[in-house]
């Protein structure tokens, strides 16, 4: 599909942040309405335009904060947390030479997030494959998105 390249990863944090706080005021509607109605409606136009900036492969569970407004899954490997060992001396992806190291770019466009580029240090829990195809902005609302595998525990809470 027809992927735009962003280059104001500053402009799309804004934007994130904005359509982040109108999701959380519409909530009490929303769960009103109904979470499983809203998201029926909602899936189509957020996967389109998710695909056309990002690359989007609706996991469900949407990162793009917090990896400098660049889909980790874009990855051929799935890595959340950070480029393989693999990556080629001039950043680009071991698996597809053609293409740049989605990690590489993610770090890259943190740089120049203020808001959220501190988060890129922040450890992802693992997909949860049982919401891809989902709305991660009702995922997000319902909590459904920070279920975790049993067993995983994130690195803030060992001691």
């Given at each position: 599909m027809f992927r735009l390249r962003w280059s104001r990863p500053h402009l799309l944090?804004?934007?994130?942040?904005?359509?982040a706080r109108v999701v959380?005021?519409?909530?009490?509607?929303?769960r009103r309405a109904g979470y499983g109605r809203v998201a029926r409606v909602v899936k189509g136009p957020e996967e389109l335009a998710k695909q056309v900036l990002f690359g989007c492969k609706m996991c469900g569970q949407c990162v793009l904060h917090s990896t400098g407004m660049t889909c980790p899954m874009g990855c051929p490997k799935n890595l959340r947390n950070g480029p393989c060992g693999g990556v080629r001396a001039d950043g680009h992806c071991e698996v597809y030479p053609e293409l740049p190291c989605v990690w590489v770019q993610a770090y890259a466009r943190a740089q120049e997030m203020p808001i959220y580029g501190h988060e890129m240090a922040r450890i992802q829990p693992p997909v949860d494959r049982r919401l891809e195809g989902t709305s991660a902005w009702i995922n997000m609302l319902t909590g459904a998105d920070r279920n975790t595998p049993p067993g995983w525990v994130p690195l803030d809470e060992v001691s």
């Open positions: 944090e804004i934007l994130y942040q904005v359509t959380w005021a519409a909530n009490p509607l929303i």
